[in-house]
């Protein structure tokens, strides 16, 4: 992911990123669809993030963001910047930093009242506000349920994430195909993971369905056939998935995450069901 490392600087120094920016308005949007099939633990056929089962988030949230920037614009900002898991901004830090939760151990932002299923959104704006306290608590514990259940190993310490073993940059941001050594590790995820998420505690306990639209399960995507999208035209799938996370690894890629995919949970099946 080389545009972190062309970020870097920028992410370090908020304040750079809109020339005459005085604050940041920063709000996390619950993600977490009603209907969770394609992304349930244990659901047959392949697996899906749960982000990904609607519209595109960064389209939905943009829009949502719009109404606070106007909202700022009508009480005096002449700057009302959104930002939605786009450019240089360091998303979960100043969400930690507006008190909105902190960075857990499995390196998502987790709300005391509600976990980890959700987005980021900013609002860069010159309009004087008064800045929240920041969030001085790490409620994570001794807990260390998303480090032993990453299957690939990604989480390799406390909030230190490989980015190469991680499911979600193997089937998302990757352009090479999925390494062999890893492929057998997917356990049926065929776009990105909700693994580290689903064995949260406070997500267990407290994460609840989102009401947005945009967000709901839109059942676009038959997990369980392996041939579903090698038999899609390039125009059929922009036609069907142009508007949906999974634009971003294109047909190639979803090409390639399926045949993974079907043949990792052919393997976990088989290993999990193998008698002594």
Known sequence: ?????????RRKRPGDIVPGAVAAVVVLENYL??????????????????????????????????????WLREHGATIAHVWADAGPVPER???????????GKNTMLIRPESGSFCLIGTVFTDLALVPASAAGYDRCGSCTRCLEACPTGALV????????????????????????ALVDKL?????????CNDVCPWNVRFAA???????????????????FFDRMTPEEFTERFGDSPLERPG???????????FRSRAGHTTSSTAGP
């Not at 209907?35 to 949230?61: F, M, N, T, W």
């Not at 100043?94 to 939760?101: C, M, S, V």
């Open 187 to 195: 356990e049926g995820w065929g776009f990105g993971c909700d693994i």
């Open 157 to 180: 310490a406390p909030r230190v994430l490989d980015a190469t073993r991680c499911t979600s940059y193997l089937t998302i941001e990757s352009r090479q195909p999925i390494p062999e």
């Open 251 to 261: 047909l190639a890629g979803m090409r390639r995450n399926w045949a993974a995919a």
């Open 93 to 103: 830090e100043l969400a930690e930093r507006a008190g909105l939760g902190w960075i």
């Open 33 to 70: 669809p009603g209907s969770q099939g394609a992304g349930e633990p244990g659901s047959q056929g392949v697996k899906i993030a749960k982000y990904a089962l609607g519209e595109d988030y960064h389209r939905a949230l943009t829009r949502r963001l719009g109404l606070i920037a106007n």
């Open 209 to 227: 369905p989102a009401s947005e639209p945009a967000y709901q399960d839109r059942g676009a995507i038959a997990v369980d056939d392996p041939g």
């Open 1 to 9: 992911m080389r545009y972190l490392h062309r970020q870097a600087a």
